[in-house]
């Protein structure tokens, strides 16, 4: 204690003698504070600015939490261990709430399992709780567009994948699937497939990288690529129990670091180049389905998370620690680099459509930054640098098996002639519906 008191004097001296700011003086006791030492009590200081008021909080250690997170694990598998209803179907509406980027969903009791997608019936939810509408008009609508088998319920139970509608029935500000789907019924015929490589980073809960030392950083990034061993890797148990829960769902998995992404049909899983980092891929999808699959696939992510009590964040380079950027130093942030094919770019002698298409997707590369992240292209701007293989955010680029450019044409594919592109852009938290109709619009329409 005498540490800290000390340190706030110190800081008030040099605050009243004019070498610090009052603003100034606050931050170096709290950052000092927290980096000294773990605080046991949450407290909130308001500090007055020229502009506004700003309050930060120290958080508690994991260990001062009442309730342990997870809470208990064997009581839940004793009630999850119970057989499922034999005829009864728990139906989880899952959708996007107005950031474009969350996911809510909720649960209802349905009699005999639906049959076909339209049998599960429209439904309502309060959508001025998500962003969606205002209060005094808040009845906003659930329409299912995909159903899976659910890996968490077993059974009968499903999962179930919703577009949001508004008052008027009216597609919401965040619906971006029903814009996509018309577009991808429009270039149905020719037979288009996609695959996303969704990047992640996995958080403690105090919203610091997983693994990571709690007052500084890992050894520089090289040996966390595809690594194995406690000093190279963290979280794999989350990984692969997300791994076997897309696979009961009957999302499309692929297994190994390939590169032959023309026969792909599946998810990829693999530690990134960042510590804490992780990457699966979903595809090859057709059309529509690689937004409802992907949409999926983090859902399920995020409720593994939860049973690990550890936080998953899609932001490319999330900011954390009051305003420090702990992960905007020399670390790779997150992308969802996104494949794609049609039946031409497929057949012998494919490459020059596939160049064809790429040379398309310049003249609207403003408009392909602003739908590639949920914040119209801001969160993008922290990760398209020109560094950390990635490509510069103004400015279009394509080439053969260069990881810098905006596009990416695999040396395999211009080797054999023929195959897909990739599209490198995306931000981690993009929405893959926004995306995917955004590059079949370009290259089509």
């Not at 008021?53 to 250690?61: A, D, G, K, Y």
């Not at 049998?119 to 906003?140: E, I, L, M």
């Not at 560094?387 to 044409?409: L, M, P, Q, Y």
Request: net charge neutral; charged share 20%.
């Amino acid at each position: 204690m005498a540490f800290y008191y000390g340190l706030y004097h110190s800081c008030m001296y040099c605050r009243r003698q004019g070498l610090v700011s009052f603003y100034n003086a606050y931050r170096i006791i709290l950052t000092a504070c927290a980096m000294a030492a773990p605080f046991s009590l949450v407290r909130s200081f308001l500090i007055p600015s020229s502009r506004s008021t700003i309050s930060l909080t120290l958080r508690m250690s994991h260990d001062q939490f009442q309730a342990r997170i997870p809470l208990g694990t064997t009581v839940i598998d004793q009630f999850l261990g119970l057989k499922p209803h034999p005829t009864k179907c728990q139906a989880t509406y899952i959708w996007i709430d107005g950031t474009g980027e969350n996911l809510r969903c909720k649960t209802r009791t349905m009699d005999t399992p639906p049959t076909s997608i339209d049998q599960y019936p429209v439904w309502n939810y309060d959508g001025s709780s998500t962003g969606q509408a205002v209060g005094r008009d808040s009845d906003t609508y659930l329409k299912a567009v995909s159903d899976y088998p659910d890996p968490f319920l077993g059974g009968n139970n499903r999962l179930v994948m919703c577009e949001t509608l508004d008052k008027d029935m009216k597609p919401t500000a965040t619906n971006h699937r029903a814009k996509a789907n018309a577009v991808m019924r429009q270039i149905a015929h020719h037979d288009p497939w996609f695959g996303m490589e969704q990047e992640y980073l996995l958080l403690d809960r105090d919203g610091y990288p997983l693994g990571w030392p709690k007052n500084g950083f890992p050894a520089p990034q090289g040996p966390y690529y595809c690594g194995v061993g406690a000093n190279r890797v963290v979280g794999r148990e989350l990984v692969e129990t997300h791994y076997r829960a897309c696979l009961h769902a009957g999302l499309k998995i692929f297994g190994t670091n390939a590169d032959g992404w023309k026969e792909r049909e599946g998810m990829e899983c693999l530690a990134e180049v960042t510590p804490a980092q992780w990457e699966f891929q979903i595809g090859c999808c057709e059309g529509i389905s690689m937004g409802d699959e992907l949409w999926m696939a983090r859902f399920l992510l995020h409720r593994v998370a939860e049973q690990f009590g550890v936080i998953v964040t899609f932001d490319p380079k999330p900011a954390i620690f009051f305003s420090f950027q702990i992960t905007m130093g020399d670390w790779n942030g997150a992308g969802c680099h996104t494949n794609f094919s049609t039946a031409e770019m497929r057949a012998p002698g494919g490459l020059k459509h596939v160049e064809a298409a790429v040379k398309k997707l310049e003249p609207t590369h403003a408009e392909h930054m602003r739908m590639y992240d949920p914040n119209g292209g801001r969160d993008n701007l922290k990760r398209l640098t020109g560094r950390h293989e990635t490509s510069s955010a103004d400015k279009f680029s394509w080439g053969v098996a260069n990881r810098g450019c905006s596009v990416r044409i695999p040396r395999s594919v211009a080797e054999e002639g023929k195959g897909y592109f990739e599209d490198r852009r995306p931000s981690s938290n993009c929405d893959p519906y926004a995306v995917t109709g955004m590059i079949a619009q370009s290259c089509f329409l």
